[in-house]
């Protein structure tokens, strides 16, 4: 069967510039000749000429390039499948996603990578299998240093391929070991407690060879081990600010484990981590000095997710207990922004303290009773790895800078499909803004965003509706969406440096913490 299906391949193969440049050259040599030794009626030359003009034309538009469309793309489309190339769906198309598996097939194969599939193309994907993809090889280079920046090759297209599987590289596949695909190993170093220096050895390419799946967690965290020189290079006063290393990187994976750091993972000690670390000495009733002491360092090691959240400021009833504990983990500065918003509604009389006790429990519950809040099913995103910002002020490593969120994020690998969250209408379809691609739905007096959505926005004689291919999804604007449908899927459209859900919520026109509809 395969043999009928790829059999168009041998027949519609073109010739290459230098074969029809030659061809040309000699056909209009001898058509000359024949004509000027008189042996050739002027009539015969114009129709030999004519049928080599109209052949030429064939041969070049034999060649398959974007914006084609048949039987003959269909086939190229399951062949880049087949050796997993191409994720589309099969359309018979030649958009910008064949285009690119093209280029991607093209690179491994050292060919030009123009996204044309000419003869040369053709050829190779006739003598490919489906067992010649390009492997992880631990063995890679005979070179004890592997492979690192300024290299290229079909084993750097190797590399970002596994890498781009496993949900680490977002960029393009080009065999170039640059900048991009540097920043990507080192991420996927620090998730398996390896050395994050950039460099694909051999222990490194051996882990990513025996790795499989969309199993990127961004809060992936090697333990933190409070034996580990404590005072950072001898200096007894600790970790502070300006220190970096491998101890540095310790601090910041815990404290972001644990709710308080929200920055990227450097090994640097700078402001943000300061302010994360003097944040979890003030709900540890620690003397908040910005600086990782003996003290310190030995109440982070033992404190986990469950505990995290816990204060000793307890007022107005607020009272903690072993028994009475979030639905979710939070740490102190997430449930004080839940008080704030549940005092500025009118439900919660309390202190803003960040412990919660039986009043802000209370609260929340009333909150929920008087707007049919149901958050039996809290399913938001398949495959859901962690929060990775919450609502309220946050430090952007875009701007660079403490910035308003008013949203949720949720971590998820891309493509994950995102479920909507209660029976609504959709009122908005948008890719324009720094959301990204959105849907905005209307469920009493929520208004539900969805930003970062894979896909795109397109219209036709019906209206606006959601494009993303292979997904299964038919969403449109006006259309009644009840909880726990699948609207859409985990992307990178927009302002973003990551895959994530960001789902803002409004109530009664003004954005609030969706932790509280989160919270049971």
């Not at 769906?89 to 050292?110: C, D, H, L």
């Not at 607020?318 to 500025?344: D, G, H, M, R």
């Not at 896909?455 to 726990?484: E, F, H, M, V, W």
Request: net charge positive.
């Amino acid at each position: 069967m395969e043999s009928l299906t790829y059999s168009n391949f041998s027949y519609i193969q073109p010739l290459t510039n230098a074969e029809k440049q030659y061809l040309e050259q000699t056909l209009v040599s001898f058509l000359s000749l024949f004509y000027q030794l008189k042996k050739i009626k002027p009539s015969i030359f114009v129709l030999l000429i004519t049928c080599f003009l109209i052949f030429n034309i064939t041969v070049v538009d034999a060649a398959l390039k974007q914006g084609d469309q048949g039987n003959e793309v269909s086939s190229l489309q399951q062949k880049l499948q087949q050796f997993g190339y191409f994720q589309g769906k099969i359309t018979g198309y030649f958009g910008s996603q064949t285009e690119q598996a093209v280029k991607r097939f093209q690179v491994t194969k050292n060919l030009i990578s123009d996204g044309i599939v000419g003869n040369s193309t053709f050829s190779a994907l006739n003598n490919s299998s489906s067992s010649s993809n390009p492997n992880i090889n631990p063995n890679v280079n005979t070179n004890i240093q592997g492979l690192k920046k300024g290299d290229q090759g079909n084993e750097v297209t190797a590399l970002q391929q596994k890498l781009q599987q496993l949900g680490y590289f977002q960029g393009k596949i080009t065999g170039y070991f640059g900048s991009q695909t540097e920043v990507s190993l080192k991420q996927f170093q620090r998730a398996k407690n390896l050395t994050a220096d950039g460099v694909a050895g051999r222990n490194t390419l051996t882990i990513l060879s025996n790795s499989s799946g969309n199993n990127f967690n961004p809060n992936s965290t090697s333990s933190f081990n409070n034996n580990s020189n404590q005072n950072n290079n001898s200096n007894t006063q600790g970790l502070k600010k300006g220190d970096q290393g491998n101890e540095v990187t310790a601090l910041q994976q815990k404290l972001q484990q644990l709710g308080y750091f929200q920055g990227k993972i450097t090994g640097y000690f700078g402001s943000q981590t300061e302010a994360s670390l003097k944040q979890f000495q003030r709900a540890k009733n620690l003397t908040a000095d910005g600086i990782a002491g003996r003290n310190t360092l030995g109440v982070l090691s033992g404190a986990n997710l469950n505990n995290s959240s816990s204060t000793n400021n307890n007022h107005n009833n607020n009272t903690q207990s072993s028994n009475l504990k979030p639905s979710i983990n939070l740490n102190s500065q997430q449930i004080k922004t839940v008080q704030e918003y549940l005092k500025k509604l009118g439900y919660y009389n309390g202190n803003l303290d960040g412990g919660y006790g039986t009043n802000t429990h209370n609260s929340l519950l009333q909150f929920q009773r008087n707007n049919n809040v149901n958050n039996n099913n809290r399913m938001i995103v398949e495959n859901f790895q962690s929060y990775t910002s919450s609502f309220g002020s946050r430090y952007s490593s875009i701007s660079h800078r403490n910035e308003s969120h008013n949203g949720l994020d949720f971590a998820a690998p891309r493509g994950s499909y995102i479920r909507n969250w209660s029976t609504g209408t959709v009122t908005e379809l948008s890719d324009s803004t720094a959301c990204g691609t959105l849907i905005r739905i209307q469920s009493g007096n929520f208004e539900h965003v969805y930003c970062h959505l894979q896909g795109s926005i397109k219209t036709d004689s019906n209206g606006a509706y959601l494009n993303d291919p292979g997904s299964g999804l038919n969403i449109r604007k006006g259309q009644t969406i009840s909880a726990g449908t699948r609207i859409g899927r985990v992307g990178m459209t927009g302002r973003t440096t990551g895959p994530h859900l960001h789902w803002a919520l409004k109530y009664n026109g003004e954005f609030i913490d969706p932790f509280l509809v989160l919270l049971k």
